[in-house]
């Protein structure tokens, strides 16, 4: 299932701690926006993980599980933005 994770951080080094675990699951879409393509389990790992680093006072992430038939129908315009040790594959 593809998993779009998004975040507003209000502390620095939070932010960044956030930011290194969305790349170990997905890849940066944009400055806090990820595309994740995770099964059930998989997922579960991340958002408790997020959920361990954000202060939920001041903090907000957000996950919307997109299903692989609304996935296959995504339109995407402009630049795409890659880590630059991520190997992106278009298709």
Same mark, same amino acid.
Request: hydrophobic content about 45%; proline content about 1%; glycine content about 4%.
């Given at each position: =299932?593809?998993? $779009? @994770? #998004? ?10 701690? @956030? ?6 699951? #997905? $890849?940066?879409?944009?400055? +806090?926006?990820?595309? &994740?393509? $995770?099964?059930?389990? %998989?997922?579960? %790992? ?6 361990? $680093? ?13 299903? +692989?038939? +609304?996935?296959?129908? !995504?339109? !995407?315009?402009? %630049? =795409?933005? &890659?880590?630059?040790?991520?190997? &992106?594959?278009? @298709?």
């Amino acid at each position: =299932m593809l998993i $779009l @994770v #998004g975040y507003d951080i209000a502390n620095p080094k939070r932010l960044a701690k @956030v930011a290194k675990t969305c790349e170990d699951f #997905g $890849l940066r879409v944009q400055y +806090s926006f990820f595309e &994740c393509h $995770l099964d059930d389990d %998989t997922f579960e %790992t991340l958002w408790l993980r997020l959920l361990d $680093l954000i202060d939920e006072d001041d903090d907000r992430i957000v996950a919307y599980r997109i299903d +692989s038939r +609304s996935a296959a129908n !995504t339109l !995407t315009a402009g %630049t =795409m933005v &890659c880590a630059e040790n991520v190997v &992106c594959y278009l @298709v």
